[in-house]
């Protein structure tokens, strides 16, 4: 990495198609993977992940037109679903593009058929009472679907909110599901049927599940602390220490002055901050990044374009020194679950909030091929 780039992340590759591959052993032959790569695949580069991926996914799923658009030849030739509805005035580039549009009525999948013949994911509400059709009215608009000419229905979804948690209401949703998934079947012979996120791959049971839909497991992060699959963490996050400084006993850090130095203190300035998506629910929470392959903890409080860290347990540091805030560095290792645990939030949230300043880079070694050139 150049020495004036301030913060990047690396992405393997290898890793990605490590993890795509477990997933397959999962779920077996005979089933497809609907990879998600929306939110510029979850902050990992969509068209970077999307040929890194391509050789085993059957869909790629997007959350609207623009990233779908992006993710263009990179998709390889593969479908690309909608996941999120569109706006009435996006339907025509949908339909135009060949995108599945994701629609939650017989009503919103005539209004793409007027621009063309489309395919659609109509989508079930077992319980996320976000998109969807209602459960009780499935039937009624399963029969409007099928009475429409230029509507094909490539699928029939639902979405979990708890397949990390509630074991009993997903299973009542599945249930839910599969009845309405049956008599779908009625009307369209060859529909797939999907409703597994990362969680609900970890659940296990594919029998009725013609595709999955990973997003996190791809990225080599389980979706709940008491899994650990064999994944591989795709992406590291790396900053630069910009300038060493030793504090005097008695200095106060950062704004609002919450830390003050009780003795002399070595300390590095990392060029890292919330407007790169570091958490400025980070401060004060004990966070660490690592310089040498040794823990050094975040000072006071997270600022927007620069952190400030406690060097006393590494010897040497100097300007240009990377620092790793989520990847392994020696024998330590930071994940971003471990990053989302301390700002109180989850792991979705900390890898899609990388914001527009960092860099990204293939991982040494990681095999993965792209033009330098090419922004991810
Ligand atoms: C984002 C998304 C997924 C992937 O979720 P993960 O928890 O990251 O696996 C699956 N399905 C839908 C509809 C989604 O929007």
Not at 316 to 329: F, K, M, N, R
Request: hydrophobic share 40%; with cysteine; net charge neutral.
């Amino acid at each position: 990495m150049e020495d004036t780039v301030r913060t990047w992340v690396e992405v393997d590759g290898e890793a990605l198609r490590h993890n795509l591959a477990w997933v397959r052993r999962q779920i077996g032959p005979g089933r497809g993977i609907l990879a998600v790569v929306k939110a510029n695949a979850y902050g990992h580069g969509g068209r970077l992940v999307a040929r890194a991926l391509a050789h085993d996914t059957a869909v790629f799923g997007v959350a609207n037109v623009s990233e779908a658009i992006e993710l263009g030849d990179a998709a390889g030739g593969r479908d690309i679903m909608l996941l999120s509805p569109c706006f009435p005035a996006e339907r025509r580039v949908a339909v135009e593009r060949g995108f599945i549009a994701t629609v939650s009525s017989a009503d919103e999948a005539a209004a793409f058929a007027g621009f063309g013949p489309v395919r659609v994911n109509f989508k079930i509400d077992t319980g996320m009472g976000r998109a969807g059709c209602n459960a009780q009215s499935a039937g009624p608009e399963l029969a409007r679907l099928a009475g429409l000419d230029s509507v094909r229905v490539h699928s029939i979804s639902t979405h979990l909110p708890c397949a990390d948690g509630d074991s009993g209401f997903t299973r009542h949703q599945l249930e839910a599901f599969q009845e309405i998934a049956a008599s779908a079947r009625q009307f369209f012979p060859g529909v797939l049927r999907h409703s597994l996120n990362s969680a609900g791959i970890l659940l296990g049971g594919f029998d009725q599940a013609d595709l999955v839909r990973p997003g996190l497991l791809l990225y080599g992060v389980s979706p709940t602390p008491d899994a650990h699959p064999p994944l591989r963490p795709a992406l590291s996050w790396k900053a630069r220490v910009v300038l060493t400084r030793v504090l005097p006993a008695g200095s106060s850090v950062s704004y609002g002055r919450d830390f003050t130095t009780s003795s002399e203190l070595p300390t590095a300035i990392v060029s890292v901050g919330y407007a790169d998506g570091f958490p400025r629910q980070l401060s004060g929470r004990g966070a660490c990044v690592l310089i040498r392959g040794v823990r050094c903890p975040v000072l006071g409080r997270v600022t927007m374009d620069q952190i400030v860290v406690d060097t006393r347990g590494v010897s040497g540091v100097e300007s240009g020194d990377v620092a790793v805030l989520i990847g392994q560095d020696g024998k330590e290792c930071l994940t971003a679950n471990e990053m989302a645990d301390r700002a109180g939030t989850i792991s979705w949230d900390i890898l899609t909030g990388l914001g527009r300043r960092v860099a990204h880079v293939p991982s040494p070694g990681g095999g993965m091929a792209f033009a330098s050139t090419e922004s991810p």
